[in-house]
């Protein structure tokens, strides 16, 4: 017996944090949580759209059951509302607005009628409340002792295609929600940004000769041009300190993948296959991972940049055309399907580094443009099905995934 | 009950307030290099008619533009397939003729599954192939730049096999 309680106390052990595992919790297990508006500003309408962005934000967290129903109380009653007796969690806020326009919300966490958490929240304008909402989430998140969900109080940028030869970029949150256009007119893609506080940024221009790669500057508005090259001029990855930049650049006609140092402005080539070598993405300090052709389709490998050597990272997969690395784990699209005359599948899978495991993470339509979050907690990627263009997030730990669909347009390619 | 002030969105309303201002600079800047850029469109069917020497030089290199021959490809391949050979000959001999003081812009196009890097490539591969073609049959390379639009720039946007086709494709542009 003691051997059996060994042997599973070690497989739960192994398999405890490898992410390429599926695990299946039961919802009926999660603590129960309500909420309790006591706002005494904005209409509503207003209140409404706060109320559902905090219930999307406690959901996403993925260890609540979330109660939909939106019930207001005052403040500072002693006790939650009869209909949340039965709650193990009651989440009270009170939204109010003052003269300069600037909103504030005050928030109390209860659980068997005493207050466990609060915290207040101040920002200059309402038309962020989301972020607010975001907040809030990362809040209570950090406070239940979860590992940190850093990414959620994050800015997204997109391209936007709006018709053929014709994109904008949009800073936007992970919902979707608050949509601001930094980039309108002419053809725009590929926006990454450029640094960690997310205050600046790159993307390819194709509204001059030759492809060009660009930086602005969100708090001066300062646009600059960092390189052109013929044929493809993208800035695929940056790395940790913004200070190293791997581009696809094709001067000759032909794809590779180079790196560029940010103070020097010296141009590294790095790949030298004659086919096509793209998307490379920074995986520790010494290697790259990047989509090559030269098995004769498109697959993942990996390069150390001192030595040279390229290595298959991917085993499963007809054609795998695009990934994000984060520790040991890989996620990357595959197609599964190879059909001319038919809807094409993309899906995205995940790999480990140290194991044979591979887990499948999306089940229909063209899913694509996979890209950790800094702390690896959860992927953002985009979802194209049946014409309709969706932000996906997938909180790997907690094998969910969430989708915001966007109002119009298609999504070219996004960053967070 | 301690008072934070929300730094992060704080700073997200700084930083976008701020760059709402700038935005119309970005705008316009790049808005007004793409309608430079945009090939002159004329109504060549009136045009036409007209003798050469009254057309100005971008109503001639609009008409020559029109009479080079798209090149087609198959579902993620990029070698020329037979039945297209005709249309590069064709075109290498408007190159190297009427269009030999223009320069030549080839659009590597995509058809719509995948708007990432590998299918800008993709489309990248396709016009190398066709200025490889073009060269072998005299073009001078010099003369031919390319571009990739990947999957950005449909001819055809319905979900049917025979638009998806179509937009497996390099176009030809003329420049001055």
């Given at each position: ?235 695929s990855d940056v790395n940790e300190d913004g ?107 995940l790999v480990s580094m140290e194991s044979d ?60 | ?88 000959s064709a075109d290498a001999s408007i190159a ?81």
């Open positions: 017996m003691k051997i059996i309680i060994s042997i599973l106390l070690i497989m739960i052990s192994i398999f405890a944090n490898d992410a390429t595992i599926d695990v299946i919790k039961k919802a009926d297990t999660l603590p129960s949580i309500a909420l309790e508006d006591a706002s005494v500003s904005y209409d509503s309408t207003f209140k409404v759209k706060f109320f559902k962005s905090l219930v999307a934000d406690l959901n996403v967290l993925s260890i609540f059951n979330v109660d939909r129903v939106q019930r207001n109380v005052n403040f500072d009653a002693s006790s939650v509302l009869v209909e949340n007796k039965d709650m193990n969690y009651v989440l009270r806020y009170k939204l109010s607005q003052d003269d300069s326009n600037s909103l504030s919300l005050e928030m109390k966490l209860i659980s068997k009628d005493n207050v466990v958490f609060n915290k207040n929240y101040k920002v200059n304008s309402s038309d962020i409340y989301m972020f607010v909402s975001h907040t809030i989430a990362y809040d209570i998140n950090n406070f239940m002792g979860e590992s940190p969900v850093e990414w959620i109080k994050r800015k997204v940028i997109f391209s936007r295609m709006i018709s053929p030869q014709r994109s904008e970029l949009v800073v936007t949150d992970y919902t979707l929600t608050y949509q601001h256009v930094v980039v309108k007119g002419g053809f725009n893609l590929f926006p990454k940004w450029s640094n960690k506080e997310q205050s600046a940024f790159y993307y390819t221009s194709l509204n001059e000769t030759k492809p060009t790669l660009k930086h602005i500057d969100l708090k001066t508005g300062k646009s600059k041009v960092i390189k052109s090259s013929d044929g493809m001029m993208i800035c200070s190293k930049l791997l581009f696809t650049m094709a001067p000759n006609g032909q794809p590779d993948v180079f790196i560029y140092d940010v103070k020097t402005q010296n141009t590294k080539k790095l790949t030298n296959y004659g086919g096509i070598d793209v998307s490379g993405q920074f995986m520790g300090s010494d290697s790259i991972i990047f989509v090559s052709d030269r098995l004769g389709y498109p697959n993942i490998f990996s390069l150390n940049i001192n030595s040279g050597s390229v290595a298959q990272m991917v085993y499963y997969g007809k054609s795998n055309s695009a990934c994000s690395v984060h520790g040991k784990y890989v996620v990357y699209k595959a197609r599964e399907s190879s059909d001319s005359f038919s809807n094409n599948t993309f899906n995205l899978h495991f591979i887990r499948r993470l999306t089940a229909v339509g063209v899913n694509e443009f996979p890209k950790f979050s800094i702390d690896g907690d959860a992927i953002i990627f985009v979802k194209n099905y049946q014409s309709q263009s969706s932000v996906g997030i997938i909180r790997l730990n907690h094998n969910k995934n969430y989708l915001f669909p966007l109002q119009f347009g298609k999504i070219q390619s996004i960053d967070w | 009950m301690k008072s934070i002030v929300l730094a992060s969105a704080v700073a997200a309303l700084l930083v976008l307030s701020g760059c709402g201002d700038k935005d119309p600079q970005v705008d316009a800047n790049d808005g007004a290099v793409a309608e430079q850029a945009a090939p002159v469109k004329s109504a060549p069917s009136v045009k036409a008619p007209v003798a050469s020497n009254s057309e100005t030089a971008a109503e001639y290199m609009a008409r020559i533009e029109k009479e080079l021959k798209t090149i087609y490809f198959d579902f993620d391949k990029f070698s020329i397939k037979a039945d297209m050979q005709a249309n590069l190297n003729s009427k269009a030999s003081k223009f320069l030549v812009k080839l659009e590597g196009n995509c058809d719509e599954w995948g708007s990432d890097e590998y299918n800008f490539a993709l489309g990248l591969k396709r016009a190398e192939t066709v200025k490889k073609a073009l060269v072998a049959e005299g073009v001078d390379a010099n003369r031919v730049s390319m571009v990739s639009f990947g999957e950005s720039s449909p001819a055809c946007t319905d979900k049917t096999k025979e638009c998806w086709a179509q937009n497996r494709r390099v176009d030809f542009k003329l420049l001055p």
